[in-house]
C-alpha cells in the first residue's frame, strides 16, 4: 500500500523576502522538516537573525543568510551563486519578496507604479530566470513556488499596481510550467489572502498589535505558517503531478458576521 511522501528532508531551498512575515515562516518551516534554506532580504542586519535563530533552533535543517535586492539583476546573480555554493546546489525557490502601497489609481505616480511592478513581478521574473541555470536539469526534482496574491485574482482597490503585478505572476506560473516541464521543474504559485504580517500592518497603516483578531473579521485572518505549510507540500513528492497551479488560501467567510470591512480585511 502506498504511503504518502510529503517529505523535503535534505532539500536545498532558497527563499527570497525572508526577514519578516510569510518568507521567515517558510524558512523556519522547511528547516524544520529537515530542508536547509538560503535566505535573503535588502538588508543583512535583518535577514541575518532569522538565520541565527534557525541555526540555534533545535531543527534538523540549517540557514545561511544574504543580502539582495530582487529588483537588481547583479544581487539576484549572486544570491544564487553563493547561495548554491553553501548548500551544495539547489532544489526548490521560492519568490516570495515584494511589497506595495495603497493609492487610488490615478494618484500613482509612474515612479510609484514601477517601483511596486518591479518588485513584485520585475524581482519574480529575474529569480525565475536565474532559477532556470540551477533547475532545469531534467532530473524532476527542480521546484519553483511563485507568491501571488489574491489581489491578483480580482478587482483590489486601491492598489492596482500591486494587483497587475501580481496578476502577471500568476500568468507567468502557468507560462514556466508548460515551458519548462521537459526540464524537470514544477512551477506553481500561491495567492495568499490577508495574513498577520508586519507587512501586511505596515499596509494597512496600523500597528501590528493592532491587528484586528480572526473572529472580528468576515474571513479569518491568516497565519504565515499556513502559507509556508502550503509551500512545503508543493515542495515535496507529494506534489509531483501538480504544475501550473495557483492555490488559493484566503480561508472560509463567516456568514453572518457583521464586522465593518473598512481596512479591506475580506480581500
Known amino acids: 500500500m502506498q504511503q504518502p511522501d510529503f517529505s523535503v528532508d535534505g532539500k536545498r531551498v532558497l527563499i527570497t523576502g525572508a526577514s519578516q512575515g510569510i518568507g521567515q515562516s517558510i524558512a523556519e518551516t522547511f528547516a524544520a522538516a529537515g530542508a536547509d534554506v538560503a535566505i535573503c ?10 538565520a541565527d535563530d534557525i541555526n540555534d533552533a533545535d531543527v534538523p535543517g540549517e540557514a545561511v543568510a544574504f543580502e539582495c535586492d530582487v529588483r537588481d539583476r547583479d544581487d539576484v546573480e549572486a544570491f544564487f551563486e553563493n547561495a548554491a555554493d553553501e548548500l551544495g546546489g539547489l532544489d526548490v525557490v521560492i519568490n516570495n519578496a515584494g511589497g506595495e502601497f495603497v493609492a487610488n489609481f490615478e494618484d500613482i505616480s509612474e515612479n510609484g507604479w514601477d517601483s511596486v511592478t518591479d518588485l513584485n513581478l520585475g524581482g519574480t521574473y529575474r529569480c ?16 519553483i513556488i511563485n507568491m501571488a496574491s489574491v489581489n491578483g485574482q480580482h478587482a483590489a482597490p486601491g492598489e492596482s499596481h500591486y494587483g497587475a503585478a501580481k496578476a502577471g505572476i500568476i500568468r507567468l506560473t502557468e507560462t514556466l510550467a ?9 512551477v506553481n504559485c500561491i495567492a495568499p489572502g490577508l495574513i498577520q504580517t508586519p507587512g501586511v500592518a505596515q499596509t494597512l497603516g496600523i500597528d501590528e498589535s493592532d ?14 505558517e499556513e502559507i509556508a505549510d ?30 465593518s470591512n473598512d481596512l479591506g480585511l475580506d480581500r
Open 230 to 259: 502550503l509551500a512545503v507540500f508543493l515542495s515535496s513528492p507529494a506534489a509531483s503531478f501538480i504544475a501550473g497551479e495557483t492555490y488559493t488560501a484566503k480561508g472560509i467567510p463567516r456568514p453572518g458576521n457583521s464586522m
Open 178 to 186: 508548460t515551458e519548462w516541464s521537459d526540464d524537470g521543474v514544477r
Open 211 to 224: 491587528m484586528p483578531d480572526r473572529e472580528q473579521t468576515h474571513r479569518r485572518i491568516g497565519y504565515p
Open 128 to 143: 525565475c530566470n536565474v532559477a532556470g541555470k540551477y533547475l532545469r536539469n531534467g532530473d524532476g526534482e527542480g521546484v
Open 41 to 50: 532580504s535588502r538588508s543583512m542586519d535583518r535577514v541575518g537573525p532569522v
